[in-house]
């Protein structure tokens, strides 16, 4: 097990590494690119011994097979630079790990709760992984998904202005107010919704879909220009809304959200293998 958590930390710490020695200095130019010379093909790997070895630290051999596991993690381009600074990191892992292990450190209890979660989080999400692998969603269910979230969706986007009170009295007070001639963009700067105070309460072109219920069902029953005359409740606290404008509204053509799709359904794949797996087991 901690073997596959030095593998983990080789992978991410050399991808950092090889990032940030990759990257032009601040207040350098980019190098030209110039053709580089064929490599040799001994050049692409650190050197094995006899039996596979890249190093050997304190008698403890680090295998070329480690260093193919990190390779394949990064997803990088092999080159002879990063495979040396793979190597490196496993050298400078297995270093700490030889004296973590000699101060006892691997047999704190707190150690082994966090190593054990990290396996069990590591082995978790392979699995979830191979499940979705063998669900991907198909181009039937793609465009069932889609059309489902057009409906829900609607045809037309509201532009409201709005502004949130944390109680009903406070929310009256303001109707009162705006009933005596005062600016709803004035008013709507005390409104809790700090994204929209700045802008008087404006919030941006959305469907009904878009806010809570209450929001939705007292915004959709107003006319251009108007606001609500009784305050409306929602899980947020109470609100004041005006009506600006309606137009129909142009839904983004499926090739545009296709990955966002699929991903909404390989997230509820997932949740359902999750739940399946619950309800079949004895939980006692």
């Not at 092999?78 to 270093?95: C, F, M, S, W, Y």
């Amino acid at each position: 097990m901690l073997r596959v958590l030095l593998i983990t930390a080789a992978a991410a710490l050399a991808a950092g590494a090889y990032a940030q020695e990759s990257a032009p200095k601040a207040g350098t130019a980019a190098p030209v690119a110039t053709p580089a010379a064929p490599a040799k093909a001994s050049a692409a790997a650190p050197a094995a011994d006899a039996s596979g070895n890249i190093a050997v630290v304190n008698g403890k051999p680090i295998k070329r097979a480690e260093l193919e596991l990190v390779i394949r993690q990064l997803k990088q381009p092999d080159t002879p630079e990063l495979r040396a600074q793979i190597k490196d990191k496993l050298v400078e892992l297995e270093v700490l790990m030889q004296e973590a292990k000699r101060r006892k450190i691997p047999e704190r209890e707190d150690v082994k709760f966090q190593a054990d979660n990290a396996y069990r989080t590591v082995v978790i999400q392979a699995l979830l992984r191979d499940e979705i692998d063998k669900h991907k969603p198909t181009d039937a269910q793609i465009q069932s998904e889609y059309d489902r979230e057009r409906k829900i969706a609607g045809d037309k986007e509201y532009k409201v202005h709005h502004i949130l009170v944390d109680n009903e009295q406070q929310a009256k007070d303001i109707i009162a107010k705006l009933d005596k001639g005062a600016k709803f963009e004035d008013l709507a700067k005390g409104t809790k919704d700090v994204g929209s105070a700045a802008n008087g309460g404006e919030l941006d072109w959305a469907p009904p879909a878009a806010y809570v219920k209450q929001f939705s069902d007292a915004m959709v029953k107003l006319e251009k220009g108007k606001y609500t005359t009784t305050p409306v409740q929602s899980q947020f606290g109470w609100h004041v809304i005006r009506l600006d404008d309606v137009r129909p509204m142009q839904a983004p053509p499926l090739d545009q959200i296709k990955p966002h799709i699929v991903e909404a359904l390989q997230q509820q794949e997932a949740k359902d293998f999750v739940e399946s797996l619950k309800k079949n087991a004895t939980i006692k």
